[in-house]
Nanobody, 115 residues
Framework: QVQLVESGGGLVQPGGSLRLSCAAS????????MSWYRQAPGKERELVAS???????NYADSVKGRFTISRDNVKNTVYLQMNSLKPEDTAVYYC?????????WGRGTQVTVSS
């Protein structure tokens, strides 16, 4: 079955960096657009970044220039490199893929940016 497993979250000070990973299985990873979403307390889930099968990327305005999404089609893993983190980046970050007509989600990883 389709599985998406996020890792790499944690507590970091403002200005710091984290790299999130999402290990995928159960589908042909290289053919699917992969995305990262986040949800802060009391807010709606929002798209952070996405990467197509052809490595075209898209970013939310709030993270442009600070975050980088990438993928490894051998390891079936998508990454989110997050630099210059701000307190407003605090959220649960979710991996997403649209597979066989359904949106699939991981369980999320918590990112907390605080001094």
């Amino acid at each position: 079955q389709v599985q998406l497993v996020e890792s790499g979250g944690g507590l970091v000070q403002p200005g710091g960096s984290l790299r999130l990973s999402c290990a995928a299985s159960g589908f042909t990873f290289s053919r699917v657009t992969m995305s990262w979403y986040r949800q802060a307390p009391g807010k709606e889930r929002e798209l952070v970044a996405s990467i197509t099968s052809g490595d075209n990327t898209n970013y939310a305005d709030s993270v442009k220039g600070r975050f980088t999404i990438s993928r490894d089609n051998v390891k079936n893993t998508v990454y989110l490199q997050m630099n210059s983190l701000k307190p407003e980046d605090t959220a649960v970050y979710y991996c997403n893929a649209f597979v066989r007509l359904l949106a699939r989600w991981g369980r999320g990883t918590q990112v907390t940016v605080s001094s």
